[in-house]
């Protein structure tokens, strides 16, 4: 659980997470906001902390380990960093506050700025970028670029756009025509994250002030996700797997042209990021292949899936393998941008 507007007396941090503890939690306090004295004509002088603080809780039963975020990217007092291992997963968790109003527009896209590039300094792996981003990730112009590149994906919103359904507000104050509704709270997710997506969820009746609690659901494999499955029934009539480097050519020189006909396709959705076109005319030029490999044989024609990226309604696991899929594709084109370059 990653928390925001924490707002912990440096005096009384140290207590709560001991009793958290005796409950079953794991406790690390990010940065608190200091403590000022403040001046209001409806009341008298006081020292009180501004909105801001983080802090990330677990179960005992996951491990978490804190990440230093290094000074040089700035983000001492707008993030926080750790490791979550369950079992044999492991991810990075980055849980950010960004500060609100109209005058930190520039500033809260300097500081997803150095987050993007903390994040990227990790490595590959699967890492989660959680939080209270005070603006709509249109609204942020390092946000939104790094959802253009690919690597990253606004998972809440990409699941609804899969059911053909806008993404839920996160945030609402006031009532009536004052009443005003927002989306700032979301999770972004890398391409290495998304192949653990399951789905997500979102509590608009939690009874907490304003804001609406946001979170995902991951599915941890213990075996290996095939992109392409041959049904156990097409298996037993398929020709068995060449033995030799004649007959690779043979089935070279089969796949060949089938490969010609759909590279300029492939070229042509993949020049704009075209993940969903792309995907499709793979699996499509997949499938030509394989029918023409098993008519080449003398074997009769069976059967091979079609996989499509379809919008899906209430199909979580259909969600999670359109996002693994898109995930891929990303990838491909991250690594063909990165060896075009050198």
């Known amino acids: 659980m990653r928390l925001q507007e924490t707002r912990l007396h440096p005096l009384k941090s140290k207590n709560l997470v001991s009793k958290l503890r005796t409950q079953g939690f794991t406790v690390l306090i990010g940065p608190q906001p200091v403590i000022k004295r403040t001046v209001s004509r409806l009341h008298a002088p006081c020292r009180r902390q501004t909105h801001a603080g983080l802090a990330i809780l677990a179960r005992n039963t996951v491990a978490l380990q804190p990440l230093l975020i290094p000074q040089g990217f700035g983000l001492e007092k707008a993030a926080q960093a750790c490791t979550c291992t369950a079992g044999?997963?492991?991810?990075?968790?980055?849980?950010?506050y960004l500060?609100?109003?109209?005058?930190?527009?520039?500033?809260?896209?300097?500081?997803?700025?150095?987050?993007?590039?903390?994040?990227?300094?990790?490595?590959?792996?699967?890492?989660?970028?959680?939080?209270?981003?005070?603006?709509?990730?249109?609204?942020?112009?390092?946000?939104?670029?790094?959802?253009?590149?690919?690597?990253?994906?606004?998972v809440i919103a990409d699941e609804c756009a899969a059911a053909n359904l806008p993404p839920p507000f996160t945030f609402q104050r006031g009532k009536g025509r004052r009443r005003c509704m927002s989306r700032i709270d979301y999770v972004l997710a890398?391409?290495?994250?998304?192949?653990?997506?399951?789905?997500?969820?979102?509590?608009?009746?939690?009874g907490l002030p304003d804001h609406c609690p946001v979170g995902l659901h991951l599915v941890i494999p213990s075996t290996v996700d095939k992109a392409f499955t041959?049904?156990?029934?097409?298996?037993?009539?398929?020709?068995?797997?060449?033995?030799?480097?004649d007959q690779w050519a043979?089935?070279?020189?089969?796949?060949?042209?089938?490969?010609?006909?759909f590279a300029p396709k492939v070229a042509e959705s993949a020049?704009?990021?075209?993940?969903?076109?792309?995907?499709?005319?793979?699996c499509q030029a997949v499938s030509s292949m394989l029918d023409t490999i098993s008519g080449s044989a003398g074997v009769q024609k069976c059967f091979f899936p079609r996989f499509?990226?379809?919008?899906?309604?209430?199909?979580?696991?259909?969600?999670?393998?359109?996002t693994k899929r898109i995930a891929r594709i990303s990838g491909l084109f991250r690594e063909m941008i990165r060896k075009a370059c050198f």
């Open 308 to 322: 499509q990226v379809t919008p899906v309604v209430n199909k979580p696991k259909e969600v999670a393998l359109r």
């Open 230 to 245: 041959i049904p156990s029934s097409s298996r037993r009539i398929f020709p068995p797997k060449p033995s030799c480097l």
């Open 190 to 206: 890398n391409s290495d994250g998304c192949t653990f997506f399951k789905k997500s969820w979102l509590q608009q009746k939690s």
């Open 99 to 154: 500060p609100s109003g109209q005058r930190h527009v520039s500033k809260r896209s300097e500081i997803m700025t150095q987050v993007f590039l903390f994040a990227a300094s990790l490595g590959d792996g699967p890492t989660f970028i959680r939080g209270d981003f005070n603006s709509c990730p249109s609204a942020n112009q390092a946000i939104s670029e790094a959802i253009r590149t690919g690597e990253w994906v606004d």
């Open 250 to 261: 043979q089935r070279d020189s089969i796949c060949e042209p089938i490969l010609r006909e």
């Open 88 to 96: 044999s997963f492991t991810c990075r968790i980055i849980n950010v």
């Open 271 to 282: 020049e704009p990021l075209g993940v969903e076109l792309t995907w499709s005319l793979a």
